[in-house]
């Protein structure tokens, strides 16, 4: 069950922390490297346990997730229009899977495996089957489906749901139309879901946070800087300072910035435009349903080259508004040029992510641009998968002649201003030379 069967709200995970062995300080969470033989402390979901306390360590899931890493880089933070030393990026891409889905997947799997589920489904534009099918084989607890809409997944994602031996059912829509289909079936068949609309998910997705933090020498940042789709991970982070806070573990929170494809701006419109506020836990449902009636009698359907964050019904929507509260936060939207230039800087300086990653940056960047972030301001943007996750929009993006870089001019992408383009010559010593020594 994920969502009150009255109400119909998505569940939530609350702890009796006054029962619970909490630490005094999270530079106790130091020591867990040290011991980092034990799995569970390797794992870079498993060594905050003390904070994600619904398992015992025998019961835990893991195949060496959260291994990731806060880069600092001035490059980029130039590009945003950052003060040196002040941009960093939290690279997801590093995971097992290659994104962040896998820091709750493996909260989700350990669940599925307390309750005894022998099969685990999920709907996904890619990176969650992705993730669900590899901890699904590497472990070897339950059987993977997945659930995609036609067309609506880019190959480098595909072929790891395959490769990992998921039984893909690729359905006539888009992704809202597979994950309604998954929830249903799911109820139906006694089948474990693995979406974000699974409350244990969103626990492992809070040690995204706790990286973040222990990379920033347990400093608490200005901003983070998160693409939103599905809102999972705004809400995890949004639930990881809330608590973080209350336990008095850290003494501020910092301000969240949820960063909107263009074409898939459900949230954005929703906060900007029609004022939807979390409310003190009573955001205003006639507006939601108002805004989705509206949308199926226009048809409109989310449209954006960020695969990963082509979503118009998210999932976690009133989640998110709390952490927007909570993190005095901001939604902004950018377009699919911005979010590919933004990828291009961040791939030109050696951090290469998927690009729905790059909303990040390129948001980050229109808040500095409109003055909401100041140059001064310590910035995480989270770089939420690998490069190789969608590898037809980079070659588009650099290689003008190519099918990709006419697909993506057909979807509006028009000024690739960081394109890095190959450069044709003969099979020709003294030509291939004479390229090399006109270079500059």
């Not at 889905?101 to 685990?120: C, E, Q």
């Not at 909303?359 to 998968?385: F, H, M, N, Y």
């Not at 870089?405 to 992408?413: M, Y």
Request: aromatic share 8%.
């Amino acid at each position: 069950m994920t969502a009150c069967p009255v109400s119909h709200e998505l569940l939530d995970i609350e702890y009796e922390w006054d029962k619970l062995p909490v630490p005094s300080s999270l530079r106790e969470f130091e020591a867990a490297w040290s011991n980092r033989r034990n799995p569970l402390d390797y794992s870079g979901v498993w060594r905050f346990r003390k904070l994600l306390p619904f398992a015992s360590d025998s019961q835990i899931v893991t195949i060496g997730e959260g291994q990731t890493h806060l880069q600092q880089t001035d490059a980029v933070g130039k590009y945003i229009g950052l003060n040196s030393k002040q941009c960093y990026l939290q690279y997801e891409g590093m995971n097992p899977s290659g994104s962040f889905k896998d820091n709750g997947m493996a909260a989700a799997s350990t669940h599925a495996r307390i309750v005894g589920a022998k099969v685990a489904a999920c709907a996904s534009t890619g990176n969650t089957s992705a993730s669900l099918a590899i901890y699904g084989g590497v472990t070897g607890l339950f059987k993977v489906i997945v659930f995609v809409g036609s067309g609506k997944i880019a190959y480098g994602k595909l072929s790891q749901a395959l490769d990992y031996g998921a039984v893909t059912l690729q359905i006539q829509g888009d992704f809202d139309d597979a994950l309604e289909k998954v929830r249903l079936v799911s109820k139906e068949a006694g089948i474990y879901l693995c979406n974000s609309v699974n409350p244990f998910r969103l626990e492992g997705q809070k040690t995204i946070m706790y990286r973040v933090l222990e990379g920033l020498g347990w400093e608490i940042p200005d901003w983070i800087v998160v693409p939103g789709g599905n809102l999972g991970n705004s809400s995890a982070f949004g639930k990881a300072f809330i608590e973080l806070k209350q336990l008095g573990l850290i003494d501020r929170i910092p301000r969240l910035a949820v960063i909107n494809a263009a074409g898939a701006n459900t949230l954005y419109d929703l906060y900007q435009h029609h004022n939807l506020r979390w409310n003190a836990g009573r955001p205003d449902q006639t507006l939601i349903d108002k805004f989705y009636a509206d949308m199926d009698t226009q048809n409109r359907r989310a449209n954006t080259l960020a695969s990963a964050i082509e979503i118009n019904r998210p999932v976690n929507l009133k989640k998110c508004l709390r952490a927007l509260q909570a993190c005095d936060g901001v939604v902004r939207e950018v377009n699919d040029t911005e979010i590919l230039n933004a990828k291009a800087q961040v791939g030109a300086y050696g951090f290469g992510c998927e690009p729905a990653s790059a909303a990040s940056v390129a948001g980050a960047k229109l808040l500095r641009e409109q003055g909401v972030i100041a140059p001064s301001d310590r910035v995480v943007c989270i770089l939420t998968g690998h490069q190789l996750k969608d590898p037809t929009a980079t070659v588009g993006y650099h290689a003008p002649e190519t099918d990709e870089a006419k697909k993506l001019a057909k979807s509006g992408v028009n000024q690739c201003s960081f394109k890095n383009t190959p450069i044709p010559v003969a099979n020709d010593l003294q030509q291939i030379l004479s390229v090399i020594r006109g270079l500059k």
